[in-house]
């Protein structure tokens, strides 16, 4: 069964996400997984896109965003839309929406901050984990 982990961080600032997000896209492929982050908009899979090639010095995590020629052999993939079938190991949430394809994935991995707005989103994707049959577990970082 899906593992639905929310990582809730101290921080308002919406940048923390695009951190964390990169923190965890890291560990996971380090562990050798397939990631899948869905971002808000296009503009947000862009500069995520640009974030990862800095985020850290001491390593490199090759990825590509969806739709792109390269996004077929990479492990790391970065699209603004639901993902395609091809995608069944972790998925990244940044989007305001839960994920719809949540029983193709073996984890999913939503970040929340503190922001008003952002804790809303987030009960609200708790909630539909919920009464998928999910058990969420819950980080406060």
Known sequence: MTQV????????????????????TEKAYSLGHRVYIQAASTEQARSLDELLWQFSPSSFIPHAVANEKESENVSVVIG?????????????????????????????????TADKESLQ???LRYRFYKEQGYQPETFKL
């Open 80 to 112: 603004h839309t639901p993902p395609a079938e091809e995608h069944q190991d972790v998925f990244i949430n940044l989007a305001s929406q839960a994920c719809e394809s949540h029983s193709q994935f073996s984890r999913i991995n939503e970040i929340i």
């Open 5 to 24: 982990s929310f990582y809730s961080l101290s921080s308002t600032n919406s940048d923390a996400r695009m951190h964390f997000a990169c923190r965890l």
């Open 121 to 123: 989103q987030g009960r």
